[in-house]
C-alpha cells in the first residue's frame, strides 16, 4: 500500500505548516492559559478552507482523502493540539458522517455551512456512566408525532461551547442495547436542549469541553442520520477516522516537542559544551526522532486503507495506540531535557506534555485500542 505523500499533498501539508508556524505557535500558550480560542484565528481558519478539507468539492469543501487530511492534522496539530482537536472532530466525525449517511437534504443542509467553518460540528457519544462501554448509554429518544423526545445527559463533548450542530447518539430500543441506538442531528438552540459545565481540563485547555443536557427537547424526526437503531455501527466507524486524526494528533505534538528539545539541548550548556553532546541525551534524541517516524507511518499507513474504502478499524487502532503512546513518551523525555526549565509554563515542552495526555483517553482509552487490536488480529483480520 503506497502512502508516500504525493506533490498535491504535500502542498496541503506546507498550507496547514505555514498556518500554524503563523497563526498557532505564536498563539497556543496564550490560549492554553485563557481556556479558550480567539474566534477570528477559527474564523481566518474557515476562510482559508481548514474546516472543509474532508467535506466534498459539491457541498464548498476541499473533497481532499483521509491521507491528505492526516498530513495536515499532524501540522496544525504542532502548532496547536487545542485547535486541531477542534478542525479533527469537526472533519472526521461530523463532515465525514454528513457525507456518508446524510440524505440529500442533510447534505444540502448542513454541508456548505460545515465547509466554510460557519457551523462547528461536535459529536456525542459519551454519557456520565458510559465511556468505554459505548453501547451503554442511557439518554433516550422516543418517538412521538414528527419529532424524537430527547431526554438525557451526554458528557466530554469537544467543540460543545462553539458547536452548531451536535452528532448526538441516543437510545431508541433500550432493549436492543447497542443495536437500539440512533444518531440525531441536534441543531444549537433547540428547547431543552442545554450546554452544562465546560471541563476544566489537565491539557489541551484551550478547546471546549461540556456537557450537554437533554430535558424533554423535540429533535425533527428528519433529523435522524442513517436508520432507525442503526447508530451504533455509524458512532464505530466515524470513530475508525476519529482515531486516525488522534494519532495525527499526537504525531505533531511529538514532534513539536522534539524540535523544542533539539534546539533547546543544542543551546543549553553544562560542564562545558552543550548537552546535546552527551550521549545519554542523544539516546533520548535517537529514541524520540525513530518513534515520531515510526508513529507517521502507521497514521500514515491507517489513513491511506481508509482512504482506499477499506475496513481500518484494527489500523487505526493501532496507529492511535502507538502514535499516542509514543508522544507521550517523547514529551516526557523532552521534558526531561530541559530539566527544570521543562517543568514551567515559560517554555512550551509544559504544555505539550499535558496536551499528548488526552490522546491515550478520548476516542477510546489505550486499553479499548488493544481490545479492539487484539480482536480484528484472533479474526484473521
Ligand atoms: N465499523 C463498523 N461497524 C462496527 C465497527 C466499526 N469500526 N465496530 C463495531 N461495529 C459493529 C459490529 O460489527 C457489530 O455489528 P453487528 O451488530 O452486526 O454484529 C456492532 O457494531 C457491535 O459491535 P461490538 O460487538 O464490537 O460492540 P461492543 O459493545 O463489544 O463494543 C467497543 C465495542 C468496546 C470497541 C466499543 O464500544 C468502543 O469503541 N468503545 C469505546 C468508545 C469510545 O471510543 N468512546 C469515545 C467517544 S469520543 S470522546
Not at 535517537?286 to 515520531?292: C, Q, V
Request: glycine share 12%; hydrophobic share 45%; with cysteine.
Amino acid at each position: 500500500m503506497d502512502f508516500e505523500l504525493t506533490e498535491a499533498m504535500t502542498e496541503v501539508r506546507d498550507a496547514a505548516r505555514a498556518f500554524a508556524e503563523k497563526r498557532l505557535k505564536p498563539g497556543a500558550a496564550a490560549w492554553d492559559e485563557d481556556e479558550a480560542m480567539p474566534p477570528e484565528v477559527l474564523a481566518e481558519a474557515g476562510r482559508l478552507g481548514f474546516f472543509g478539507l474532508s467535506v466534498p468539492e459539491e457541498f464548498g469543501g476541499a473533497g481532499l482523502d483521509p491521507l491528505t487530511v492526516s498530513a495536515a492534522m499532524e501540522e496544525l496539530a504542532r502548532g496547536s493540539a487545542a485547535f486541531q482537536g477542534c478542525v479533527g472532530v469537526h472533519g472526521s466525525l461530523v463532515c465525514t458522517a454528513l457525507a456518508r449517511f446524510g440524505t440529500p437534504e442533510q447534505k444540502r443542509r448542513w454541508l456548505p455551512r460545515l465547509a466554510s467553518g460557519e457551523c462547528i460540528g461536535a459529536y456525542s457519544l459519551s454519557e456520565p456512566s458510559s465511556g468505554s462501554d459505548a453501547g451503554s448509554l442511557k439518554t433516550s429518544a422516543v418517538l412521538d408525532g414528527d419529532s424524537f423526545v430527547v431526554t438525557g445527559t451526554k458528557s466530554w463533548v469537544s467543540n460543545g461551547g462553539l458547536a452548531g450542530l451536535f452528532l448526538v447518539f441516543v437510545s431508541t430500543s433500550p432493549a436492543s442495547a447497542s443495536r437500539g441506538i440512533s444518531c440525531l442531528l441536534v441543531e444549537k438552540g433547540l428547547p431543552g436542549f442545554t450546554l452544562g459545565k465546560k471541563e476544566k481540563k489537565l491539557g489541551l485547555r484551550a478547546s471546549d469541553t461540556r456537557e450537554l443536557a437533554f430535558s424533554a427537547c423535540r429533535v425533527p424526526r428528519a433529523a435522524l442520520l442513517g436508520s432507525l437503531n442503526g447508530g451504533f455501527k455509524i458512532a464505530m466507524s466515524l470513530l475508525d477516522g476519529g482515531r486516525i486524526g488522534i494519532g495525527a494528533q499526537a504525531v505533531g505534538i511529538a514532534q513539536a516537542a522534539f524540535e523544542e528539545a533539539a534546539s533547546y539541548a543544542k543551546a543549553r550548556r553544562q560542564f562545558g559544551k552543550p548537552i546535546a553532546e552527551f550521549q545519554l541525551i542523544q539516546a533520548k534524541i535517537a529514541d524520540m526522532a525513530m518513534n515520531i517516524d515510526a508513529a507517521r507511518l502507521l497514521v500514515r499507513r491507517a489513513a491511506a486503507r481508509l482512504a482506499a474504502g477499506a475496513r481500518c478499524s484494527k489500523e487505526a487502532s493501532m496507529a492511535k495506540l502507538f502514535a499516542t503512546t509514543a508522544a507521550n513518551r517523547v514529551v516526557y523525555d523532552a521534558l526531561q531535557i530541559h530539566g527544570g526549565n521543562g517543568y514551567v509554563r515559560e517554555y512550551p515542552v509544559e504544555r505539550l506534555f499535558r496536551d499528548a495526555r488526552a490522546g491515550e483517553i478520548y476516542e477510546g482509552t489505550s486499553e479499548i485500542q488493544r481490545l479492539i487490536i487484539a480482536r480484528e488480529a484472533l479474526r484473521g483480520r
